[in-house]
């Protein structure tokens, strides 16, 4: 019995990757400190090894003075492993994005533009197998203290499968295809964004728990296990859906797939108004825009809060996770009041101006309870993502969807990646001198598409809506038939 719910596979890929995601950061950050300073860390400690040092009279001055000890150390080993390790992190962070960059943006074109007419589960499977084997390969590099250096070999090479903007590229366009009316697929789209945000929020605030009870090593085995059950149900219970895949479209060249999706992206942009075109190109802009500085800036978090002088361990990472992922639900709740009393343009600034709040008082949380207390600005962190999102869907024809997401899903990746890579190269090379110039950079890097977003506002006020460019353009083909 084939099932025609795809929400089950989003939730456990959702649990596996936001358990995954700070395992493997704090995992990394253990395993530098342990390797350049030959000093083990107990995992069951109450106290991070970064508030241990704090006591330290070397470790106060050097803080006072602002020194980064850099060719070699001096007097207390251990304090010149707290002040390099969050720089040594940031910077194998760097060349692991780097080295799933390329085939990262190979795969997501081609499987996500050959799902349109080999079926949605082809890139689902592909980019489950490609999260099974990284972490299964996870599992074994910490069981047998493997060097860390071979994280970098199985990126590329999970990479080459499909990374998660693949799996959600090819989630979202599933639902696309089950939903025929716009209203059901908004309901199911927005039921997705609350899931996201219970299940993430949930794992983000036992994550610590699972290192400090579990250890690394049966930690991964368990987003192991969950991406295993995850691909089963996705093989033998998930319902594809597109009926129609005859021998022809399977025997389709991956050429043949590359002209067709360059093709049909030319024919998008050539076949609209000219402010259609216009306003899609403003859209997309102003959500890469606003998607390569909010993801690129998040893993830097966990980074910061380890670092002096929060110095927090692994249940308060775990805790600080689990606020972060709460935008999820509370943007949610923001689209569905603020519609009622607001266009989707108006949701966006509000969404847009909060973060940048948020980045400008990160840069500046000395202690735990602001750490905490930043979170509150993040609330609608999510809200221009979706509203971004709905809105260029409302400027295409609905037989234009599939393109669009495939044009997002490239975007997304490419933006991902590069932003990671671009905010881990900026943090290791500021934070020496002043660990909250990456948030202040944020906060003022938003004001790109918080003007982005006055130009739209601006280039739509002729037609006084922007979903009235679509809507006449199907009146006028009605009309001609």
Same mark, same amino acid.
């Given at each position: 019995?084939?099932?025609?719910?795809?929400?089950?596979?989003?939730?456990?890929?959702?649990?596996?990757?936001?358990?995954?995601?700070?395992?493997?950061?704090?995992?990394?950050?253990?395993?530098?400190?342990?390797?350049?300073?030959?000093?083990?860390?107990?995992?069951?400690?109450?106290?991070?090894?970064?508030?241990?040092?704090?006591?330290?009279?070397?470790?106060?001055?050097?803080?006072?003075?602002?020194?980064?000890?850099?060719?070699?150390?001096?007097?207390?080993?251990?304090?010149?492993?707290?002040?390099?390790?969050?720089?040594?992190?940031?910077?194998?962070?760097?060349?692991?994005?780097?080295?799933?960059?390329?085939?990262?943006?190979?795969?997501?074109?081609?499987?996500?533009?050959?799902?349109?007419?080999?079926?949605?589960?082809?890139?689902?499977?592909?980019?489950?197998?490609?999260?099974?084997?990284?972490?299964?390969?996870?599992?074994?590099?910490?069981?047998?203290?493997?060097?860390?250096?071979?994280?970098?070999?199985?990126?590329?090479?999970?990479?080459?499968?499909?990374?998660?903007?693949?799996?959600?590229?090819?989630?979202?366009?599933?639902?696309?295809?089950?939903?025929?009316?716009?209203?059901?697929?908004?309901?199911?789209?927005?039921i997705i964004d609350f899931l996201f945000g219970v299940v993430s929020g949930l794992t983000g605030l036992s994550s610590g728990y699972f290192i400090r009870g579990l250890g690394f090593v049966w930690s991964f085995l368990i987003?192991?296990?969950?991406?295993?059950?995850?691909?089963?149900?996705?093989?033998?219970?998930?319902?594809?859906?597109?009926?129609?895949?005859?021998?022809?479209?399977?025997?389709?060249?991956?050429?043949?797939?590359?002209?067709?999706?360059?093709?049909?992206?030319?024919?998008?942009?050539?076949?609209?108004?000219?402010?259609?075109?216009?306003?899609?190109?403003?859209?997309?802009?102003?959500?890469?825009?606003?998607?390569?500085?909010?993801?690129?800036?998040?893993?830097?978090?966990?980074?910061?809060?380890?670092?002096?002088?929060?110095?927090?361990?692994?249940?308060?990472?775990?805790?600080?996770?689990?606020?972060?992922?709460?935008?999820?639900?509370?943007?949610?709740?923001?689209?569905?009041?603020?519609?009622?009393?607001?266009?989707?343009?108006?949701?966006?600034?509000?969404?847009?101006?909060?973060?940048?709040?948020?980045?400008?008082?990160?840069?500046?949380?000395?202690?735990?309870?602001?750490?905490?207390?930043?979170?509150?600005?993040?609330?609608?962190?999510?809200?221009?993502?979706?509203?971004?999102?709905?809105?260029?869907?409302?400027?295409?024809?609905?037989?234009?969807?599939?393109?669009?997401?495939?044009? !997002?899903?490239?975007?997304?990746? &490419?933006?991902? =990646?590069?932003? $990671? #890579?671009?905010?881990? *190269?900026? /943090?290791?090379?500021?934070?020496?001198?002043?660990?909250?110039?990456?948030?202040?950079?944020?906060?003022?890097?938003? !004001?790109?598409?918080?003007?982005? &977003?006055?130009? =739209?506002?601006? $280039? #739509?006020?002729?037609? *006084?809506? /922007?979903?009235?460019?679509?809507?006449?353009?199907?009146?006028?083909?009605?009309?001609?038939?």
């Amino acid at each position: 019995m084939k099932i025609p719910f795809v929400e089950p596979v989003i939730c456990l890929s959702v649990f596996a990757v936001t358990l995954n995601s700070p395992l493997t950061t704090q995992y990394v950050y253990r395993r530098i400190w342990e390797e350049t300073g030959n000093y083990s860390i107990a995992l069951e400690s109450n106290t991070s090894e970064c508030a241990k040092n704090k006591s330290s009279p070397i470790f106060a001055f050097q803080e006072l003075r602002g020194d980064r000890p850099r060719s070699s150390c001096r007097g207390d080993l251990c304090d010149c492993v707290v002040m390099r390790s969050p720089e040594k992190v940031s910077l194998f962070n760097l060349e692991m994005d780097i080295s799933g960059l390329i085939p990262g943006l190979v795969s997501t074109f081609m499987f996500l533009s050959h799902s349109d007419h080999g079926g949605r589960k082809f890139p689902l499977i592909l980019s489950s197998v490609g999260a099974l084997a990284n972490s299964a390969w996870l599992c074994l590099l910490s069981y047998f203290a493997l060097p860390i250096q071979l994280l970098i070999a199985s990126t590329f090479i999970g990479a080459l499968f499909g990374n998660y903007t693949t799996f959600l590229g090819a989630s979202f366009a599933y639902i696309v295809d089950q939903c025929k009316e716009k209203k059901q697929r908004t309901i199911r789209i927005a039921i997705i964004d609350f899931l996201f945000g219970v299940v993430s929020g949930l794992t983000g605030l036992s994550s610590g728990y699972f290192i400090r009870g579990l250890g690394f090593v049966w930690s991964f085995l368990i987003v192991t296990v969950a991406l295993f059950v995850n691909l089963i149900y996705i093989l033998l219970f998930l319902e594809d859906s597109m009926k129609e895949s005859s021998s022809q479209n399977i025997s389709v060249s991956w050429t043949e797939t590359f002209k067709n999706l360059f093709h049909r992206t030319y024919m998008l942009f050539k076949n609209a108004s000219g402010e259609q075109r216009s306003l899609c190109c403003l859209l997309l802009f102003t959500m890469i825009t606003y998607f390569f500085v909010t993801i690129g800036v998040s893993p830097i978090f966990v980074l910061y809060e380890l670092d002096s002088p929060l110095c927090w361990d692994e249940v308060l990472i775990g805790y600080g996770s689990a606020l972060g992922s709460v935008t999820f639900f509370s943007s949610f709740l923001g689209i569905w009041l603020f519609s009622y009393c607001m266009e989707d343009i108006h949701m966006a600034f509000i969404g847009t101006f909060t973060t940048m709040v948020g980045m400008a008082m990160t840069a500046f949380a000395r202690t735990t309870l602001m750490m905490f207390l930043v979170r509150l600005p993040f609330l609608f962190t999510v809200m221009p993502l979706s509203v971004l999102r709905s809105m260029i869907s409302k400027v295409v024809h609905s037989t234009e969807q599939g393109t669009m997401f495939a044009c !997002l899903a490239f975007l997304e990746t &490419l933006g991902g =990646i590069t932003a $990671v #890579s671009t905010f881990n *190269g900026i /943090y290791s090379a500021t934070v020496a001198w002043c660990k909250g110039f990456v948030f202040l950079l944020s906060a003022v890097l938003l !004001l790109i598409p918080a003007i982005s &977003l006055c130009v =739209i506002k601006y $280039v #739509s006020r002729n037609t *006084g809506s /922007y979903v009235l460019l679509i809507q006449e353009e199907s009146s006028e083909d009605t009309s001609d038939r």
